[in-house]
């Protein structure tokens, strides 16, 4: 049985007349007279009696009436549910992104849009860049902030921030007075990277690979914490980006020669309907454009 049946048979109760019910209900007074007779054929039971007043409730028609009056109402307060949650759900906005990302955004960046758009929640979640772009894909996430190089075949890409990636040479290193540094003088070199899923593990390598060298790894990990600890320790050469390596203790941020950018970008996927919310952000990022860390935010 359909719920509308319900709906319809009700209505026929409220005003005890097949032609006036049609009318309200946007139906034939067939259509109708077919639906009651339905319910009587499924019920197996008269629910109306024909009378000259009107169409009146049979004992069965009552029963039916108490039940019917409580489904529909229980199916409205569960429409009207589903609706506030998925209004509200509208105004949430699920942001995947890459470890370290979040502390290159200045405050102001996510105030802004905040004070913009107070009724849009956004809720971040944190990834390596390449989990980030899956989770994006997937629909884990609306959208990312994630780490370029980015596929432009997959996702439409609005970079946001720009930065370079650095050695972090320590004080006793040959290297610590140099103001850039080429990849072919490394090939001698250990190194502390991050693993295969970040970006600037991937750009480091292939470089190396440019220059005609695979890079001996001594410390591979997903906490940079780690690296800037072994590096601050001499224990080898810790791969960075430079707004991150200007405060390290005994560690200066040596740019690479030719430049390796660090670009951070919000990703969205490619062929698939954003929520206003999302949309917003995406026309907030747009308008600011491109942030250099250690400048003043637009």
């Avoid at 996510?110 to 899956?134: A, G, H, M, S, W």
Wanted: glycine share 4%; aromatic share 12%; with cysteine.
């Amino acid at each position: 049985m359909e719920t509308k049946y319900l709906r319809y048979f009700l209505q026929v109760c409220e005003d005890r007349n097949l032609s006036k019910a049609a009318r309200k209900l946007y139906l034939s007074q067939q259509a109708v007279s077919v639906i009651i007779r339905k319910l009587e054929d499924e019920f197996q039971v008269a629910l109306f009696e024909r009378t000259s007043s009107g169409m009146e409730l049979t004992e069965y028609g009552h029963c039916l009436y108490e039940w019917a009056s409580q489904v529909v109402h229980l199916m409205d307060e569960t429409y009207n549910s589903m609706e506030t949650l998925r209004v509200s759900r509208q105004n949430i906005l699920h942001i995947g992104i890459s470890f370290g990302v979040m502390s290159a955004l200045p405050p102001a960046f996510i105030n802004d849009f905040q004070q913009k758009y107070p009724q849009i929640e956004l809720r971040f979640t944190e990834y390596p860049d390449v989990q980030c772009e899956q989770a994006v894909l997937n629909d884990h996430e609306a959208l990312g902030l994630s780490i370029m190089p980015v596929d432009h075949s997959q996702f439409n890409v609005y970079t946001i921030i720009r930065d370079y990636m650095c050695l972090l040479a320590h004080k006793d290193s040959a290297f610590y007075n140099r103001n850039s540094i080429e990849f072919k003088e490394l090939s001698k070199e250990t190194f502390l990277l991050l693993t295969q899923d970040f970006k600037v593990r991937q750009t480091f390598e292939k470089q190396c690979k440019l220059a005609g060298f695979t890079p001996h790894v001594l410390l591979e990990t997903m906490e940079l914490i780690l690296i800037h600890n072994f590096s601050n320790l001499n224990r080898g050469m810790g791969i960075g980006v430079e707004f991150i390596a200007q405060d390290l203790p005994n560690i200066r941020p040596i740019r690479f020669k030719p430049d390796c950018p660090w670009e951070v970008c919000v990703i969205s996927r490619k062929g698939k309907a954003h929520s206003e919310a999302a949309q917003r952000f995406i026309r907030y990022v747009k308008q600011l454009g491109c942030y250099y860390p250690g400048t003043d935010f637009a």
